[in-house]
Nanobody
């Protein structure tokens, strides 16, 4: 099983980034895909999640700024992040939940400068 994340980087406040996570080698049904983040000195938190039927949920702090989407044919999940703020600075982790277990990406750093 491999989760390959891309799209992190350094951006100024107000800018945008798009994260991608491509999952391969998963032989089980994928129930949901999502993104978590861990900021320095803080606990990991769920940022956004999309379930197989297409429903989404977001942490309150990103509502209206971030959009999660999914390409089922490619087993890829995206996170479009607009109007980024310095408090969005964190390592972002891709998560894939299947009927058997959860899988995690290696993390990608997002840094927003003020």
């Amino acid at each position: 099983v491999q989760l390959v994340e891309s799209g992190g980087g350094l951006v100024q406040a107000g800018g945008s980034l798009r994260l991608s996570c491509a999952a391969s080698g998963i032989g089980w049904r994928i129930d949901s895909m999502g993104w978590y983040r861990r900021a320095p000195g803080k606990q990991r938190e769920l940022v956004a999640r999309i379930v197989s039927g297409g429903s989404t949920n977001y942490v309150d702090s990103v509502k209206g700024r971030f959009t999660i989407s999914r390409d089922n044919a490619k087993n890829t999940v995206y996170l479009q992040m607009n109007s980024l703020k310095p408090e969005d600075t964190a390592v972002y982790y891709c998560n894939v939940d299947t009927v058997v277990q959860a899988y995690w990406g290696q993390g990608t750093q997002v840094t927003v400068s003020s």
